[in-house]
């Protein structure tokens, strides 16, 4: 009888597995940690790799790695169970499969111990304990899966990443020898075959990434950008911070956070500012120009003669009353609103328990006044707001400002009829004061030397082009203002939180995926007006949702609120929002759907395919767990049929026709198993012919049958 040993699997190449270790991690760090996804990349395939090595140094060892098995899991639980309790606002799987474009540590560590325990075993096990290669695809499907609910699939760069990896890893996988004589072979011939197969793979493979485009979303090209650049590419808007240089990129996948920033009041909501910029940077976003950061404090008066409606009402007045006759019949079809209801209050408190210089605003604010706080408030010539020092926590203010309606007459007079003449003769003849014409031609100048200014660096000739089909045939800057805005709507553009953009590029968004959140809409909206030669600022602020008043009436203002917008210079009515979302289409519940039930149709799928290929064992574990719910009897029996249907699919006997002593001497002919058999097919006489129970207990039979069972399976039989 030859002796059965256990297969050493000699022909296991590590550093095949650590490729595709490397690959999977690559593959996850970028739809899960990409703002740092180089530092991810490398902490998860040291990890991964170091508990794939642990499992392989086990492998002749199956106690041990059992052992290991059990410790591992029960380390990572504790481990990531502990530090997301630790976090009450977030959760975990938002984290994942929502991911904000703020990088959070704890989620990202517990994520990284989380996958790597999981890719690391299955790698470890698939190519070393039991070679099927086939089965290594398995792990490539978690980044897969990942990225096609949040980033629409991964670029082609990684997949040619994973594909490479499974194959070097498919090709290094350990291939036990079972020969007729039950004797391992050390196949050095084989070995060095396989070790050649995968240099040509690897070599091919690099060929073909060198050809594939380069994605912009690299697992280390935007982090290397950050080091080299000594800058940090981190910005969060959960809480309201101090100034900022850099505005907010969409990276996809929102999930903002549900706490209140600042309570706000007021009878006739509108948006209210936070900050503007002015440099467009490509995939980086928006910059401040220092030319426009220094503020100042006598901005009150200058702003309250910026009242359209009043300037419209005296115009008009003076018109019916026999003044500036030269424009007389423009002048009296002028519309006026009743000055009653030209301007509004709204109140502030913040709620987050932060300390700002910066003060939440709408755009047409005339006066503000802060509770407990005495120095000067400065405003910039591109409407941003702040004190000279730090407010208190939770600091609160008053601010009046003007409804923003539109006086469309007033912008058609300014359009027919040069500005500066009209408010000229209206100095000259009393009908408005100097301090009133010069806030005018002060706020039209500067807008005119914002414009020169922000067209120092030339916009993408596409955009141009666009801007100009957009806006053929109109002459009105009001009317390319509008046409601009509700382009958006009409070239099918979708407002989407949960799309990961490839790129986060104006060019991107406005030529490929027209899919994207508010920045994505006002960076396209800006360029657009500008590059139709009218004077834009990109603005972030907030909006006021009536869906979340409190009880007070207030209106709660989350992160989710957090909006971004263009404002325009338009003669005639001063600074208006223009916001491309507003025509846009809502990502709907069916695209949601639809994703959902794509990765339950390939979830099916890799189920169907795992239930065919480990049919037996499913069987066998179904036929373990009857056993639980038989008697001692029922045990037997059941073993000794399992037992003999085993052994007739070796030489294709009929089961039923088979006799007890047939069973054993095919066991001993054909696996050497003569014991084993011999003690299944006694019990079984006994029990079903002689009537006697046996003395030998069915978990004995039971160790019987899987020495029978696993026999086979190596020996191919």
């Not at 003769?425 to 009393?430: K, M, Y």
């Not at 500008?530 to 007070?552: C, H, K, M, Q, S």
């Not at 249907?645 to 006799?659: M, R």
Request: charged share 20%.
């Amino acid at each position: 009888m030859n002796k059965r040993v256990r297969p050493q699997y000699k022909g296991a190449e590590a550093i095949t597995a650590l490729i595709y270790l490397c690959s999977m991690s690559a593959s996850l760090m970028y739809v899960i940690c990409r703002q740092e996804q180089l530092l991810c990349t490398v902490i998860m395939t040291a990890l991964s790799f170091g508990i794939y090595l642990l499992f392989y140094l086990l492998r002749k060892k199956r106690i041990f790695a059992v052992t290991a098995f059990l410790a591992l899991g029960i380390l990572s639980f504790v481990l990531t169970d502990r530090a997301l309790n630790k976090v009450s606002e977030n959760r975990f799987v938002d984290f994942i499969f929502k991911n904000s474009e703020s990088f959070d540590v704890l989620f990202a560590a517990a994520a990284i111990v989380l996958f790597s325990c999981i890719i690391g075993f299955t790698v470890c096990y698939f190519s070393v304990y039991l070679p099927r290669p086939s089965f290594l695809m398995l792990p490539a499907l978690i980044p897969m899966i990942l990225s096609a609910r949040t980033a629409g699939g991964l670029p082609p760069a990684f997949i040619v990443f994973l594909a490479a990896g499974f194959g070097v890893a498919a090709l290094g996988a350990g291939q036990p020898e079972f020969p007729n004589d039950i004797k391992y072979i050390d196949d050095k011939k084989s070995r060095k075959e396989r070790l050649v197969s995968i240099c040509i793979f690897g070599v091919i493979s690099a060929l073909v990434l060198t050809v594939v485009p380069r994605s912009t979303e690299t697992p280390m090209g935007e982090y290397l950008d950050t080091v080299f650049n000594k800058k940090s590419t981190f910005f969060g808007r959960n809480e309201l911070s101090n100034f900022t240089n850099n505005s907010g990129v969409n990276h996809g996948a929102n999930k903002p956070s549900d706490n209140v920033l600042f309570y706000a009041s007021t009878t006739y909501p509108v948006n209210v500012s936070r900050w503007s910029f002015d440099k467009y940077n490509g995939e980086t976003g928006w910059t401040a120009l220092s030319d426009y950061t220094t503020g100042w404090s006598g901005w009150r008066t200058y702003k309250k003669n910026l009242s359209t409606n009043t300037l419209a009402a005296d115009l008009r007045q003076g018109a019916l009353d026999g003044c500036l006759a030269e424009y007389a019949p423009l002048l009296k079809s002028l519309t006026s609103y009743n000055q009653n209801f030209s301007t509004a209050r709204m109140n502030i408190r913040i709620a987050d328990n932060t300390s700002t210089k910066v003060v939440i605003h709408p755009n047409m604010t005339t006066d503000v006044n802060i509770t407990g706080y005495d120095n000067d408030i400065y405003r910039t010539y591109k409407d941003e707001m702040f004190t000279k020092g730090n407010m208190s926590v939770n600091a609160s203010y008053s601010i009046d400002y003007y409804i923003p309606r539109v006086n469309e007459s007033l912008i058609r007079l300014f359009e027919r009829a040069d500005m500066e003449e009209i408010l000229t003769a209206a100095v000259d003849e009393g009908v408005i004061s100097s301090s009133v014409k010069t806030s005018f031609i002060s706020e039209r100048t500067r807008a005119l030397e914002y414009h020169e200014k922000t067209l120092a660096d030339p916009i993408n000739p596409e955009i141009v082009q666009l801007a100009n089909e957009i806006t053929a045939g109109l002459t009105s800057d009001y009317d390319k203002a509008l046409a601009i805005e509700k382009w958006f709507g009409e070239a099918g553009f979708v407002y989407d939180l949960d799309f990961v953009p490839e790129e986060t590029t104006a060019e991107y968004f406005l030529f490929k995926s027209k899919r994207g959140i508010c920045s994505d809409y006002a960076t396209a909206t800006t360029l657009l007006l500008r590059a139709a030669d009218i004077p834009t600022r990109y603005t972030e602020g907030f909006v006021l949702d009536g869906d979340n008043i409190d009880e007070y009436g207030r209106f709660a203002v989350k992160p989710a609120n957090a909006h971004a917008y263009s404002t325009c210079y338009i003669e005639g009515f001063g600074w208006l929002e223009i916001d491309g979302t507003k025509y846009a289409a809502l990502a709907n519940e069916n695209e949601e759907l639809t994703t959902a039930a794509l990765i339950i149709l390939i979830s099916l799928g890799a189920l169907a395919i795992l239930a065919i290929v480990f049919h037996r064992q499913i069987s066998e574990g179904f036929f373990t767990f009857s056993l639980l719910f038989r008697s001692k009897n029922g045990k037997i029996r059941a073993i000794y049929l399992r037992t003999r249907k085993l052994v007739c699919s070796i030489n294709g006997a009929d089961p039923d026709s088979t006799a007890a002593g047939e069973v054993c001497q095919t066991a001993e002919r054909t696996l050497g198993l003569y014991n084993e058999a011999r003690e299944i097919t006694e019990s079984a006489d006994l029990l079903l012919y002689g009537g006697k129970a046996p003395d030998i207990p069915a978990k004995q039979l039971l160790r019987d049958y899987r020495k029978i069972r696993k026999t086979k399976r190596k020996m191919k039989k």
